[in-house]
């Protein structure tokens, strides 16, 4: 039987979490992280494992955001080349992502700086919600400059953060009063090459649609030209299929 995404969280990664940390940061106390976590950490599911991990390491950290992601820093380890890897590879930053997500959501250089650096070997936008929710303009307008950067996976941050719908995250419509600078990131990355920013943008527009169908047009119809490229054809494709299964569920048999 395969193990579950959970069960790759349990006392063994905390160890090896704890002394990569220790590594960096000497004063580390592991001995009192692991026995803080140990007495529920395996019987809990995925999500509150994370939070386990992560307030727990707020209590062992230094007080101050800005020391602990400097910390963080120094562990993240090299870049991963292209655009896989998020899951199979990185995997052991979620808790780190999670910290960022539940303290620096008004530390808005340092946690954007932060997930700018972790999403190149992990994944950044969940850490990016609560930042996108308290600075939504400023946050989209960092987002449309991260849609022109030179690392793809820079360029899908862009894109995944402003998802209205993105799994395990909450729902954030803040997007759609600054739907101009919205449109203009995702402009940005509807010709580009890479597949993840490419189902990035288009699961963006599909999560529009459920809400704004007016909007999906809009943005759909301003793409939509006989010169467009094959990318961009991919991604209207795939972002109008709650769309068309509308269209098919209402259409008369």
């Given at each position: 039987m395969?193990q579950?995404?959970k069960?790759?969280?349990?006392?063994a990664?905390?160890?090896?979490?704890?002394q990569?940390?220790?590594?960096?940061?000497?004063?580390?106390?592991l001995e009192r992280?692991?026995?803080s976590v140990?007495?529920s950490?395996?019987?809990?599911?995925?999500?509150?494992?994370?939070t386990l991990?992560a307030?727990?390491l707020?209590?062992?950290?230094?007080e101050?955001?800005?020391?602990t992601?400097?910390?963080?820093?120094?562990?993240?380890?090299p870049?991963?080349?292209?655009?896989?890897?998020?899951?199979?590879?990185?995997?052991w930053?979620?808790?780190?992502?999670?910290?960022?997500?539940?303290?620096?959501g008004?530390?808005?250089?340092q946690?954007t700086?932060?997930?700018?650096?972790?999403t190149?070997?992990f994944?950044?936008?969940?850490?990016?919600?609560?930042?996108l929710?308290?600075?939504?303009?400023?946050t989209?307008?960092?987002?449309i400059?991260?849609?022109?950067?030179?690392?793809?996976?820079?360029?899908?941050l862009?894109s995944e953060?402003l998802r209205?719908?993105?799994?395990?995250?909450?729902k954030?419509e803040?997007?759609l009063?600054?739907f101009?600078l919205?449109t203009?990131v995702?402009?940005n990355?509807?010709?580009d090459t890479?597949?993840?920013i490419q189902?990035?943008v288009a699961?963006n527009?599909?999560d529009?649609?459920?809400?704004d169908?007016?909007?999906?047009e809009q943005?759909?119809?301003?793409?939509?030209?006989?010169?467009?490229?094959?990318?961009?054809?991919?991604?209207?494709k795939?972002?109008s299929?709650?769309k068309?299964?509308?269209?098919a569920?209402?259409?008369p048999?």
């Open positions: 395969a579950k995404l069960e790759h969280y349990d006392i990664y905390c160890l090896s979490l704890g990569k940390i220790g590594s960096v940061y000497p004063s580390f106390d992280f692991i026995h140990s007495p950490l395996e019987s809990l599911e995925f999500n509150d494992r994370q991990i307030t727990t707020k209590e062992v950290l230094p101050s955001y800005e020391q992601l400097e910390i963080f820093s120094q562990i993240l380890g870049e991963l080349e292209g655009s896989l890897g998020m899951f199979t590879e990185g995997w930053l979620w808790p780190v992502g999670k910290f960022v997500e539940l303290y620096g008004e530390q808005f250089e946690t700086a932060f997930s700018k650096e972790l190149k070997r994944t950044g936008e969940f850490c990016m919600r609560p930042i929710a308290r600075y939504p303009e400023q989209i307008r960092l987002m400059e991260w849609s022109k950067d030179a690392n793809q996976r820079v360029r899908r862009a953060c209205i719908h993105l799994p395990w995250s909450k954030i803040v997007v009063d600054y101009d919205y203009e995702l402009s990355l509807k010709d890479d597949k993840s189902k990035s699961n527009l599909n529009l649609f459920k809400v169908p007016e909007r999906f943005i759909i119809g301003a793409w939509e030209r006989s010169d467009m490229t094959k990318e961009c054809a991919w991604i209207i795939h972002a299929r709650t068309n299964k509308k269209m569920s209402s259409s048999q």
